[in-house]
């Protein structure tokens, strides 16, 4: 146990499932060294901001709309996730390729989790359900989820951990993408708890 709690920021843009079971590791010790200090949204009206005042976490939402270019938008994420002294950026289900002003100012401090087993499934174009159906469609035996670090190639940092799932017959992309989040929310939390506990704080 730290004798200081690692700052996370949560990055969403939709459902918030994997946002709620990050809370709830911290409110139950999985996630023993860190607290939620901010969720960022790139959208408003979002359920997962709903959920996270429901726990009385600290959202806001910043528009794309607002800035003229992607790195410009970055630049306003770095200066909230400063001012909230953030030390670790989990995104969950955060639908932006980020660029150079984020990814320089937390290198090797920005983990993701993607919902296929990496390097299988991934990059630019696999996200939500086309990954699951991509798996399905390949007729693999087995798919899962992957927590990695972000780094300038997309779903292509270095991994952290897997979880693997069966895929029976009569399986669709949408129970598969039910079983692979169940996953998700186990694999999320006790991956971040690992990592910190090698931070140097
Ligand atoms: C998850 O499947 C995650 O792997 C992917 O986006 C989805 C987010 O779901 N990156 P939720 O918003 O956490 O419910």
Redesign the pocket.
């Known amino acids: 146990m730290k004798s200081k709690k690692v700052n996370l920021a949560v990055l ?10 990050l809370i709830d590791a911290v409110k139950s010790g999985v996630i023993a060294d860190g607290q939620i200090s901010l969720v960022v949204s790139n959208k408003e009206d979002v ?2 901001l709903q959920r996270a005042e429901n726990a009385g976490v600290k959202a806001i939402s910043i528009k794309r709309s607002g800035f003229s270019s992607d790195e410009e938008f970055d630049k306003k994420l770095v200066e909230k996730l400063r001012e909230y002294k953030i030390e670790l950026v989990l ?5 932006r390729i980020l660029t150079a002003p984020v990814l320089e100012a937390y290198r090797d401090r920005i983990l ?4 296929s087993l990496l390097p299988e499934f991934g990059g630019l174009g696999m ?2 359900m086309r ?1 699951h159906e991509a798996v399905i469609k390949a007729g693999v035996p087995v798919s899962g ?1 992957t927590v990695h670090i972000v780094n300038e190639h997309v779903d292509g940092g270095p991994i952290l951990a897997q979880a693997e799932v069966s895929i029976l017959p009569g399986d669709t992309p949408a129970s598969l ?1 039910a079983k ?2 169940r996953e ?2 186990r694999l999320y939390p006790s991956t971040v708890q690992k990592f910190i506990t090698g931070f140097d704080i």
């Open positions: 969403v843009s939709g459902s918030g499932s994997n946002l709620v079971a359920y997962a995104l969950a289900g955060y639908m993701n989790i993607h919902p996200y939500g990954v989820c993408a692979i989040l998700e929310h």
